[in-house]
Every structure is written in C-alpha cells, then in structure tokens.
T-cell receptor, first 114, second 116 residues
Framework: AQSVTQLDSHVSVSEGTPVLLRCNYS??????LFWYVQHPNKGLQLLLK??????LVKGINGFEAEFKKSETSFHLTKPSAHMSDAAEYFC????????????FGKGTTLSVSS | KAGVTQTPRYLIKTRGQQVTLSCSPI?????VSWYQQTPGQGLQFLFE???????NKGNFPGRFSGRQFSNSRSEMNVSTLELGDSALYLC???????????????FGEGSRLTVL
C-alpha cells in the first residue's frame, strides 16, 4: 500500500530564511508525488508534481522538491520564506494508474514570523 | 476560466438527516473526485467519477454515495448523518483521460458540513 509521512506537523521560520518541509513516501510502484498547499478557508492548490521525469522539480512561488528514490523522500524547499507562505502543506502520492485517488500526508503547518 | 464550484459552502444538519453536496468541475474536465477533510483523519479519498461512472472508491461506508451527470457535474450524498461526518468535503476536477498517470487536480473551496 502507498503512504506518505510528513515528518513535522509544524515548522516555524523567520521571513527571509530557508524553508524545509520533509516528506517520506512508501510505494510499490513508480510513484507520482505532489505537494499541495492550503491557505485558511481555501481549497488546495498544487505547488509542484513529480511524475518520473527530472528528479528536481520546480513549482510555483519559488518552491522546489527533490525526488530521492534511495531515501524514499520528496522534501519541499524554498530559499527564502515570505509571510504569504504561511499555510498548511500536504505531501501526496497517487495510486499511479489506478485512478485519481490521492493519498495525503497529515500536513505540515508552516508559520512565518517577521 | 471558472474554477471548481462547490455548493453549499456551509451547512448544518442534525443526526439522522441526509445531505447532498454539489460540485461543478472546470469546463472540459471529465474526472471529478471527492475528499473528506477532518482534523483527526486528515484528507481521505471518497470516490472518483469519470464520464458518469464511478472508477474508484475509498474506504467509506455505504452511507456515502455519489453520482456524475452528463455535463460532468457531480453530487455526493450522505445518508443517516452521524456526528463524525462533520467535515470539510472537497471536490476536485481533472482533465485526466481514461489512462495514464495522475494529472493535476483542481480543488474547490469545499462544503463545510456540521452535524449536530
């Protein structure tokens, strides 16, 4: 069975400092991996996705993630945090070709202080 | 291009009642999926519809059902509501076809259901 584990439930950074949100996955297949962001009282927005092309994936708003098969990790990073980055972030794995059933991690709340 | 629209945005029901939630996907998207979000369980997949057919179903009781119409609009229904059904129900649409890996899902803002 596929699953994702987000290693931190809450991350706090100062504005202008780097962001690292950690995610490990478990998958029997060649996985499709995603990061989604959810701002308060809003739906989810796709930040980036990995689908077996380049292992370093660039997303929106300066975020990027690196797929490391040997470590089964897909950590999300950003060089410099902005106040508007404060939100909840979800690491997600799909069931591959079985459908659009996404398996979500529990989420990491990112707080950004000035 | 209009996004995914869910109605109603908020609703309150009592135990034992039933509820129907509606989702209008992005124009041209034929795949619609539903997710339940709660503080305790997080985001969980309910089901996916493509061209009026349910293609995938999560691990939820039969009280949870859905359907999709010929215009791709979808509804989900929860019968005999329980307190634990209080949640944010999110609908997502995708242009994904009949095969191939998962593409991008576009989510609506959700319908927040409170069961008293």
């Amino acid at each position: 069975a596929q699953s994702v584990t987000q290693l931190d439930s809450h991350v706090s950074v100062s504005e202008g400092t780097p962001v690292l949100l950690r995610c490990n996955y478990s998958s029997s297949y060649s996985p499709s991996l995603f990061w989604y962001v959810q701002h308060p009282n809003k739906g989810l927005q796709l930040l980036l996705k990995y689908t077996s092309a380049a292992t370093l994936v660039k997303g929106i708003n300066g975020f990027e993630a690196e797929f490391k098969k040997s470590e089964t990790s897909f950590h999300l990073t950003k060089p410099s945090a902005h106040m508007s980055d404060a939100a909840e972030y979800f690491c997600v794995v799909s069931e591959g070709q079985a459908g659009t059933a996404l398996i979500f991690g529990k989420g990491t709340t990112l707080s950004v202080s000035s | 291009k209009a996004g995914v629209t869910q109605t109603p945005r908020y609703l309150i029901k009592t135990r034992g009642q039933q509820v129907t939630l509606s989702c209008s996907p992005i124009s041209g998207h034929r795949s619609v999926s539903w997710y339940q979000q709660t503080p305790g369980q997080g985001l969980q997949f309910l089901f996916e519809y493509f061209s009026e057919t349910q293609r995938n179903k999560g691990n939820f009781p039969g009280r949870f059902s859905g359907r999709q119409f010929s215009n791709s609009r979808s509804e989900m229904n929860v019968s005999t509501l329980e307190l634990g059904d209080s949640a944010l129900y999110l609908c997502a649409s995708s242009s994904r076809g009949t095969s191939g890996k998962t593409g991008e899902l576009f989510f609506g803002e959700g319908s927040r259901l409170t069961v008293l």
